[in-house]
């Protein structure tokens, strides 16, 4: 009696494979990504602020005592001994109304170029849009400054009395001044992946932007002829436009700000492009 072969079961049918991941084609700018991702992006956002003040005696009190403290040591030094002037504005209030908006733009910064090597397990693990990354800490660093922009905005009122309406026109200050933090921070944290030695060169880059933007001094010493030049840097209009809304300082010019905002516009799609075309090695390379 020959044995009949066993039934041969069907095939069983193929599972597909989903791969995620960066998408191929480079980018200038994935709002996209960034609309259908805002979720995480808050999520990002909050572990930030959580990060920032767990186990902190003061908290919140830091993003006061930051500029504060900055500002009495440049009175002391630039306002009595070097005796700049400041467009009569008391030096003390023209000092702290650029000492807040560059604090947030410091801060800021530093922690968006170091965004991706701080996350690098993360970033190993699992796939999301990198680019939440060094946007997170730009969009966290707004609250400490709305808390140093009410310290400024009390003292301006009791100096100054009531603000004027150019008030209205101070979050388009902070957006440049955003904008650029964005775009440096992208390219800079593109960098740092592969060059760590970006970690070192950030603090002496900060510190020489705060000499080639008007916080300690007035932007009208620069002379006429170079004003175009210098307001290739965002930093001056959105200082000078800082100060103007707040404190009544001289307004930046309308030339000044055409000038910043397409330099601020220029950093943020070239640091998306770049930081788009090099996420696909962030994983292999951290």
């Known amino acids: 009696m020959i044995a009949a072969d ?5 095939a069983a049918p193929a599972i597909p494979i989903t791969i995620i991941g960066p998408s191929r084609r480079t980018k200038l700018l994935p709002v996209g990504e960034l609309r259908e991702r805002r979720e995480l992006l808050a999520f990002l956002v909050w572990r930030d602020l959580k990060i920032r003040y767990k186990q902190t005696a003061l908290g919140a ?3 006061v005592l930051q500029p504060v403290s900055a500002m009495v040591i440049f009175a002391l030094f630039f306002g009595r001994l070097a005796g700049i002037g400041t467009e009569g504005v008391p030096y003390w209030l023209f000092a702290l109304a650029g000492l807040v908006p560059w604090i947030y733009f410091a801060n800021a910064l530093s922690q968006s170029s170091l965004s991706l090597v701080d996350n ?5 693990k699992i796939y999301f849009p990198r680019f939440l990354l060094p946007t997170s800490p730009v969009v966290s660093g707004l609250l400490d ?4 922009s009410s310290i400024l905005l009390v003292a301006a009122m009791v100096v100054q009395g009531w603000p004027s309406w150019h008030l209205v ?4 200050f902070v ?8 775009g440096l921070g992208l390219m800079l944290s593109c960098l740092n992946v592969r060059y760590r030695d970006v970690r070192y060169v950030l603090p002496f880059l900060v510190q020489l932007l705060m000499f080639v933007s008007p916080v300690v001094y007035s932007g009208q010493l620069v002379p006429e002829q170079w004003q175009t030049l210098y307001a290739l840097n965002p930093l001056v209009t959105s200082i000078n436009g800082f100060r103007w809304a707040v404190v009544g300082a001289p307004a930046p010019s309308l030339t000044a700000a055409a000038v910043s905002v397409a330099s601020a516009a220029t950093l943020v799609l070239v640091g998306s492009w770049a930081f788009n075309r090099a996420e696909r090695s962030f994983a292999d390379v951290l």
Do not use: D, H, Q
């Open 145 to 148: 400054l709305v808390i140093a």
């Open 169 to 172: 026109v101070l979050p388009a």
């Open 6 to 10: 066993p039934p041969v079961s069907p």
């Open 175 to 182: 957006a440049l001044a955003a904008a650029t933090v964005l």
């Open 120 to 124: 690098e397990r993360v970033i190993a």
């Open 61 to 63: 009190v830091w993003a």
